[in-house]
Every structure is written in structure tokens, then in C-alpha cells.
């Protein structure tokens, strides 16, 4: 079964910038195409970004311009890099296959954006 380990969240300015991990294992992690979803209080989970096998990448439109995501298919890792992060941007973050695998969610890290 897959597997999720989601890290790298914490408090932040708004303004400032947090880079996400996420280790995955269990699958033959090279072959799909990977995503990043958060979830805001009192608010459905969403999707935020993507990025397919060979490396192309999708966004939701409101974090187009302040987060990229990349992967690194030896470490079996997909990373999002947040830059300029809002207060709307506050939620836990999880990462999942493309369309997710609703059995695998993992605990998340949460990101906090407040002065």
C-alpha cells in the first residue's frame, strides 16, 4: 500500500516562504503523476498543484506565480515550494497520487501564515 510522509510546515510571516516534503512509498513512485492538496479549517480539501512524470506541473490559479512544485524520482520525494505565502494559504498540507488514492492520505503538515 502506498504511503505518505508529509513534512516541512510550521508558522510563518506573511510574505515569507516554506519548502514541503513529501516521502512516498509503496509504489513505483517514477511511473505517476504526483499532487498536492491542502485542507483549510472548516473547508473541503483541495487541490493545489501536480506534477506529472516527466516533470510538467499544474496549479491551482490562486497559487500560480508563488508555488512550485518538483520531484526528485531517485529519493522517491515530491517537494512544493511556497514563496509569498498569504494568510489564505494556512491549512495542512498533504501529498497524494493523481487522482489520490482516498485509502493512503497521510497525517499532513500543517502551515500556519500569521504575523
Known amino acids: 500500500q502506498v504511503q505518505f510522509v508529509e513534512s516541512g510546515g510550521g508558522l510563518v510571516q506573511p510574505g515569507g516562504s516554506l519548502r514541503l516534503s513529501c516521502a512516498t512509498s509503496?509504489?513505483?513512485?517514477?511511473?505517476?503523476?504526483m499532487g498536492w492538496y491542502r485542507q483549510a479549517p472548516g473547508k473541503q480539501r483541495e487541490w493545489v498543484a501536480s506534477?506529472?512524470?516527466?516533470?510538467?506541473?499544474s496549479s491551482v490559479d490562486s497559487v500560480k506565480g508563488r508555488f512550485t512544485m518538483s520531484r526528485d524520482n531517485a529519493k522517491n520525494t515530491v517537494y512544493l515550494q511556497m514563496n509569498s505565502l498569504k494568510p489564505e494559504d494556512t491549512a495542512v498540507y498533504y501529498c497524494?497520487?493523481?487522482?489520490?488514492?482516498?485509502?493512503?492520505w497521510g497525517q499532513g503538515t500543517q502551515v500556519t501564515v500569521s504575523s
Open positions: 506534477i506529472t512524470s516527466s516533470g510538467s506541473t
Open positions: 509503496g509504489i513505483i513512485f517514477s511511473s505517476y503523476v
Open positions: 497524494n497520487l493523481i487522482p489520490p488514492d482516498f485509502r493512503s
